[in-house]
Structures are given as structure tokens and as C-alpha cells.
């Protein structure tokens, strides 16, 4: 900015419109820089909040000692490689994300009532600061219920916060959604939907580099590489 000021300045003494066009547009690119750096960090710093809701055909006490033994949680949490329980409420999660990145930290319950609700917090001084709730509330027809999931994350600072973010994508309010679902699925018919196995187009590069970071897994085999790439491998 003040590099941009200093040549306007030059270029009035010297009477030179396009040197003064230039300062111009080199000022206003540098503030736009700026803002959009500002709003990325901004937006990095204050985490995400996501809810998600849906109706399932179970008790609710059913639905909430599923819930309540955390150790199930990584069976429906995509992003949860484990969960291991131990006294006064507290457990250890670890988070898995692409290339087997992890990232681990320690969790209290805070609000605990049978059948209704599920609440629980990072400790201080974990790795990732999260808050989440689940509610189990009546549903509109008899045995049913509504259950109503909200996850608060703040990630950390650097290339750890970014290493995070990748286990969300680009939508977490989507991820903590299908979670949801694939815990409704799971009381509902005992197993979760997956595509594993299932037959898709052929895959371009980009397909290849989402197979290997995100570890999906299929029992098809793996297609031939095209020769330009036999040759460069």
C-alpha cells in the first residue's frame, strides 16, 4: 500500500496518468488481498457450528444408550477413528483424516439425562476445542423419536487447523449430517448404507488423487492407468 502511494504520488509530480492508474489499481488489489485474508482467518478462527435433524423408528432409550457408550461413536462418525471411555465422565478422541492424519483430545460430559439428552466438551488445553449435543425428543408417531445432533468445533491455529479442517471438507453442516443419518441407520436396520462395492464411471485424475487421500476402498478392480501415465510413473 504504501509502495502504491508513493508512485501516485510520483506520478501526479510528474503528470503521468498512467503511472497514477497503476498506483490505483495496485491499491485497490493489495486492500482486496488484505480483506479476504482477514475473512479466511476470521472464518478459520471461529470453527464451525453444524446441526442436523431427523426422525428415527426407535425408542428413545434405545437411541440414547447407543449414544451414550462413546466408544460406538466412530461406527456412524466418519471422522472419529476412536473413542476410549474412561472415569468421571471423561473419554480420548482421535480424529482420522487423509493420508491417516490424526489429531487427538480429551472430552468431559457435561449434561447427562437418560433417554432425553447427551451433552459433552473438550478440556482445557485439548488439541481441538468442540462442544456437541444430541437430543432425543418424541416424535410424531408412536415409537418414534426425533433426534437432534449439534457440533461446535473450533480447530486449532497453523498447518494443524488446516490438517483439521480436512476431515469436515467443505461442508460440515453435510458431514455431521450424514453422521446423523448413518447413526439413524443403525438403530433402524442394524447396518449403515455405503457405497463400497458398488460400480462407478470411470475415474479421471482427480478421482485417482480423492481415492488414495480419502483411503476409499472397493472390492472392483483397480482400472488401468492411461499409457501416458504408465510412462511417467
Avoid at 479476504?36 to 442436523?52: L, P, Y
Wanted: with cysteine; aromatic share 8%; net charge positive.
Amino acid at each position: 500500500m504504501l509502495t502504491a502511494g508513493l508512485i501516485g504520488a510520483y506520478g501526479l509530480i510528474r503528470r503521468n496518468p498512467g503511472l497514477v492508474a497503476t498506483a490505483t489499481l495496485g491499491a485497490v488489489g493489495m486492500l482486496a488481498w488484505k480483506q479476504n485474508a482477514e475473512s479466511a482467518q476470521t472464518r478459520e478462527s471461529k470453527g464451525f457450528d453444524a446441526v442436523a435433524s431427523f426422525a428415527i423408528r426407535c425408542s428413545a432409550e434405545r437411541a440414547y444408550r447407543l449414544w451414550r457408550d462413546f466408544e460406538n461413536l466412530p461406527r456412524f462418525m466418519r471422522h472419529l477413528h476412536s473413542v476410549t471411555t474412561g472415569a468421571g465422565g471423561q473419554s480420548r478422541w482421535t480424529a482420522v483424516g487423509p493420508l491417516n492424519s490424526r489429531i487427538s483430545w480429551n472430552a468431559e460430559i457435561v449434561d447427562d439425562v437418560p433417554n432425553e439428552r447427551i451433552t459433552w466438551r473438550s478440556l482445557p488445553g485439548s488439541q481441538v476445542e468442540n462442544r456437541g449435543s444430541i437430543d432425543f425428543l418424541p416424535g410424531a408417531r408412536e415409537g418414534s423419536i426425533i433426534a437432534n445432533l449439534r457440533m461446535q468445533y473450533v480447530p486449532p491455529g497453523g498447518a494443524l487447523g488446516k490438517a483439521f479442517a480436512t476431515f469436515f471438507g467443505k461442508n460440515p453442516e453435510f458431514a455431521v449430517r450424514e453422521d446423523l443419518r448413518r447413526f439413524k441407520s443403525l438403530l433402524e436396520a442394524g447396518e449403515m448404507p455405503t457405497t463400497v462395492g458398488q460400480t462407478h464411471g470411470p475415474r479421471g485424475i482427480h478421482g485417482h488423487l480423492l481415492h488414495m487421500l480419502l483411503r476409499e476402498t472397493s472390492n472392483m478392480p483397480s482400472p488401468e492407468l492411461p499409457e501416458t501415465m504408465r510412462r511417467t510413473a
